[in-house]
């Protein structure tokens, strides 16, 4: 039997119909040209839904796609865990892959995904939040203090800043510390969190130009201002940390988009471009996942926490390759789904 490691049988023998291993074929355009039973089984689709189509029809997880279109163009594997799909409405599943090059194609060979990452951020993230509650209050205090010892009006406003900043995050460490379905949902303007973006990147790095690009029609979203503002300073940090001088914080309207269930709904798409160094071609494919960082002195949460939060909100986030820098995209629902992803 093989290992998931290990290629399967050439995909044009009749040796890959009875393989437990999900294996299919791709050609240069990356449709699916042949698939075994398993595959099918694995997805829940029958072979009629897959064969002629795009791999991207098992959206909305857009990584399977990007790897295959880098092992047909570098050839060579790809190990990738834990991707969600989406063949058909109501059908979801994580599957782990080995994505290769093969003849003038690409080969996807699947296996159900061991459910390892989810718990593994959940307990990063509340050893966290453990560590960092205590220092919180002091900052709090301290800024309490030097708010009513300020003479000026401009450090008075920097000190209720910091506080501000403080009990937000304190009240984020306290959920993170207890359940994980008590989001709270309200109409929430995003530009007013692009604008409250912009002013606390003003405040911690003055040489970093921020460019708006809204779109002012766009209408309220329902969701959680703290925790949706949390992953904007997220993206918008580890653009600063790559050295950008330059941010797009840009907003549009998602006509089409397909949910996590599959279902067209009507979405806020939410950019935030910079001219950084860009994201290594190495950790791409594991961009999202808790502890992967692009340095040395990175902790890998960052990016893990916003697509969790985009996720909890029924969204996703995604990633795209810029000639100069990167531009990373949250799309989110307009409204949240009755039942949020655990």
């Known amino acids: 039997m093989n290992q998931i490691g290990e290629p399967p049988a050439a995909a044009g023998s009749a040796a890959i119909e009875s393989l437990v291993t999900g294996v299919a074929e791709l050609d240069a355009a990356l449709r699916f040209v042949r698939v075994n039973p398993a595959f099918c089984e694995m997805l829940g689709v029958g072979l009629r839904r897959l064969l002629g189509q795009p791999v991207t029809i098992l959206h909305p997880e857009p ?7 880098r092992a047909l163009q570098r050839g060579g594997g790809i190990r990738m865990d834990a991707v969600a799909l989406c063949a058909a409405p109501g059908r979801e599943c994580a599957l782990d892959f080995l994505v290769s090059a093969h003849a003038d194609g690409v080969l996807l060979e699947a296996r159900p995904a061991v459910p390892s990452t989810p718990s593994r951020l959940s307990e990063s993230l509340r ?32 000190a209720q800043l910091i506080r501000d900043e403080a009990n937000r995050l304190a009240g984020l460490t306290e959920r993170l510390l207890g359940t994980r379905n008590n989001t709270v949902t309200r109409a929430v303007n995003v530009h007013a969190l692009l604008e409250r973006v912009a002013e606390l990147l003003r405040a911690e790095r003055t040489g970093v130009a921020i460019v708006r690009d809204y779109d002012p029609s766009l209408p309220a979203w329902q969701g959680d201002p703290d925790r949706l503002l949390q992953a904007l300073l997220n993206l918008v940090r580890n653009a600063v940390e790559a050295n950008a001088s330059r941010i797009v914080l840009r907003s549009r309207a998602e006509a089409g988009w397909r949910d996590a269930r599959g279902q067209r709904v009507p979405a806020l798409r939410v950019e935030v471009e910079d001219d950084g160094d860009g994201v290594p071609a190495q950790i791409e494919t594991t961009l999202f996942e808790p502890m992967v960082s692009g340095r040395s002195d990175g902790t890998g949460l960052g990016l893990a926490l916003t697509r969790e939060i985009a996720r909890e909100h029924g969204g996703e986030l995604t990633y795209q390759r810029r000639e100069t820098g990167s531009c990373f995209v949250l799309l989110l629902p307009r409204r949240v789904p009755d039942r949020l992803p655990a």
């Open 63 to 69: 990584r399977l796609h990007e790897a295959a279109e």
């Open 127 to 158: 050893g966290f939040a453990h560590e960092v509650r205590n220092p919180l209050a002091a900052i709090s205090g301290a800024a309490q203090l030097l708010q009513q010892r300020a003479n000026d009006a401009g450090q008075r406003e920097l």
